[in-house]
């Protein structure tokens, strides 16, 4: 699958958060989506993830439209938003389970489905644990296992890595491998650059809502050491 980005761009009353970034990344690529607090990365990510809608530009996921077909590309994308929002008393396991009931897995199938989600992230231990007592980087677990729950092909990820312990940073880096090599097309936010350097394919760095650079990590890091 190929995702672009074209000239995309999102405007309130007095600021320009997104200022028309266009970009690409393709099925099995880890993408660093790189700047400061405030660059526009968020709003960027909510436009691709259908939450906002574009001022103008557009996103397409092969050929299907975010603008035209939110519905669709629904379909085939999974958010993973910087946290876990808050919920009254549920569990782990009711909270996925839930999500695999929104997206139509019914039966036996979710069952397997979720639990086999739950194997993978490494949260079957804290399955019935209630999600307003998870740390972090559990949290951050369980955001990844809702967005996978429909097996989408493109995974969308706010600084997910924010906030964590080196532990958890490293089982989240082990996890996006397994992903991309799945085939699975990652974009991950992060503010720091040398957080992503050791799992991302390519870079795409924003500023002011503009697009400054985009290409592999030794390309930019290079042109970098050359200034």
């Known amino acids: ?46 436009m691709m993830a259908t939450l906002d809608e574009p001022t103008d530009g557009d996103v397409f ?34 909270y996925l389970d839930f999500f695999a009931r929104a997206y139509g897995v019914r039966g036996e199938q979710r069952r397997k489905i979720v639990e086999e989600i739950e194997e993978f992230t490494n949260l079957l231990g804290i399955r019935d644990k209630f999600l307003n007592d998870l740390s972090k980087g559990m949290g951050q677990r369980v955001c990844l296992a809702r967005a ?19 532990r958890a940073r490293v089982e989240l880096r082990e996890l996006l491998k397994v992903l991309a090599t799945q085939g699975k097309a990652i974009l991950i936010s992060s503010h720091i650059l040398t957080e992503l350097a050791e799992i991302c394919t390519g870079t795409v760095i924003i500023e002011r809502g503009k697009l400054l650079k985009a290409g592999s990590l030794q390309e930019i890091t290079k042109e970098e050491c050359s200034h």
């Open 148 to 166: 996978l729950v429909h097996d989408p092909q493109v995974l969308i990820m706010d600084e997910p890595a924010s906030g964590l312990d080196p």
């Open 61 to 94: 996921f092969d050929d299907v439209s975010v603008v035209e077909s939110p519905e669709r590309v629904r379909e085939l994308m999974g958010y993973v938003p910087e946290s876990l929002p808050g919920h009254r008393e549920m569990t782990v396991h009711e």
């Open 1 to 46: 699958m190929k995702i672009e980005v074209v000239r995309l761009r999102k405007h309130f009353v007095n600021a320009k958060a997104v200022d028309d970034i266009s970009f690409t990344f393709n099925s099995g690529e880890i993408i660093g989506f790189v700047g400061p607090n405030g660059a526009g990365k968020t709003t960027t990510m909510r």
